[in-house]
């Protein structure tokens, strides 16, 4: 039976039901702080049972703000609607997504939705015998990946150890932070690095919204004789307007998208010519379904797609794009490395390139409460909070 208010099941041939959603909250102190701000990650992982004795398993993210909103959300809103709906992901979240818009078409909303699409194409991939890039039809065997760090509270000569970790690691792109109160520290910080790097290496610089329009201008002329390959997210990703005035002036590339949650947001972007290079967080826009809308609408419009964080996860889906693209790899921040998953990982970075390992399905599977570590060693959870289940 279905829950009050779902549509009427109409199962597809050999497309089961759902049976039950379950949830856990890990949170994992980070073994590089990124400030004083952000010393810890959320992770909201989601198990769905079908009635067919499947399983599949997820996660939303949610890096400092929302985790028990994003457990609300789907242990009370979310799992009595699931009940009895077809275990196909691409139904779901289209139904799920009306459903939840009067809290909001995205953000915390798409973040929960996140979890649920990731464990249904998960099911999914594991009741076909493959790996989800597999399902989705895989391109090629690896993709490159950049090393990335939040590092804007880095010393100088801190910021410059790392990029020399990045290199001796075979990275060939790097991205680092900018926005420091006075940009001529700014402009000291990116010479460093790109006389490290060398003139043949990628640079990009991530703002993270902490400029405005005419202090992002003066930014440029101090930094855009760097080479760099791109300025991310310079200014409130809201101000779509101030966005379409900067790209038109730009002599670097506009980046932006981790900030955008549903894929009417990327459109207004994408048509008002405010972005050269979109990146869809795949968590943030409510999964792999509306990532791969995104991917499309990115694809017509000639626009690069540069997956956002979550190597475990955008190097899979990296795998199945039709155009090339950057794998964003944040310095032990991983899940494997924060001690959250309690298996393989799903990729392995070799090289400067992700390769899959080979496991079923998305490939996740996250400890449990019972086993999380004491809090003393930073690579495994410091707590794990609210495990239920809605069978």
């Known amino acids: 039976m279905n829950a009050p208010g779902a549509p009427a099941a109409r199962t597809p041939a050999g497309v089961p039901l759902i049976k039950g959603v379950s949830t856990t909250v890990l949170t994992a102190r980070l073994r ?42 789907l242990e009370h809103d979310i799992a009595p609607f699931l009940k009895g709906l077809p275990a196909h992901p691409e139904v779901v979240w289209d139904a799920l997504w009306k459903r939840l818009h009067e809290a909001g078409g995205g953000g915390l909303t798409t973040i929960a939705m996140a979890g649920i699409d990731l464990a249904l194409w998960d099911a999914q991939a594991r009741r076909a015998g493959l790996t989800v890039s597999g ?18 509270h880095y010393t100088l000569d801190e910021l410059v150890a790392q990029v020399r970790r990045w ?34 290496r990628k640079l990009m610089i991530d703002a993270n919204q902490r400029w405005d329009l005419p202090t992002t201008f003066k930014a440029l002329e101090a930094l855009g004789g760097f080479g760099l390959e791109w300025l991310e ?17 730009s002599p670097v590339p506009i980046a932006l998208g981790e900030n955008l949650h549903t894929i009417y947001r990327f459109r207004d972007f994408i048509e008002a010519g405010a972005v050269d290079i979109i990146q869809p967080n795949i968590v943030r826009v409510g999964g792999i379904t509306p990532f791969r809308r995104i991917v499309e609408l990115a694809r017509t419009n000639s626009i690069r797609v540069m997956p956002h964080l979550l190597p475990e996860l955008s190097g899979q889906l990296a795998l199945t794009l039709a155009e090339d693209t950057l794998v964003e790899d944040v ?61």
Do not use: C, M
Request: proline share 8%.
């Open 32 to 73: 590089r702080s990124w400030g004083a701000e952000a010393p810890e990650n959320h992770v909201v992982t989601t198990r769905i049972d079908t009635d067919d004795g499947g399983t599949g398993y997820g996660f939303s993210w949610t890096p400092t703000i929302g985790p028990y909103a994003v457990q609300a959300l």
């Open 135 to 152: 399902l989705l039809g895989q391109r090629r065997d690896s993709a490159e990946v950049y090393g990335s760090g939040v590092n804007l």
């Open 167 to 200: 290199i001796a690691a075979g990275h060939t792109a790097v991205k680092i932070k900018v926005g420091k109160p006075d940009i001529r520290e700014d402009t000291e910080r990116v010479a460093a690095v790109r006389e490290v790097l060398g003139p043949h």
């Open 233 to 249: 997210e310079p200014i409130i990703a809201d101000d779509l307007w101030a966005y379409r005035r900067l790209r038109k002036h």
């Open 331 to 391: 310095e032990d921040a991983s899940f494997d490395q924060l001690g959250l998953l309690a298996g393989p990982a799903p990729v392995e970075i070799v090289d400067s390139r992700v390769h899959l390992t080979g496991q079923p399905g998305l490939g996740f599977r996250f400890r449990e409460p019972a086993v999380a570590e004491p809090a003393e060693n930073p690579s495994v959870p410091t707590a794990a909070l609210q495990n239920r289940n809605h069978p």
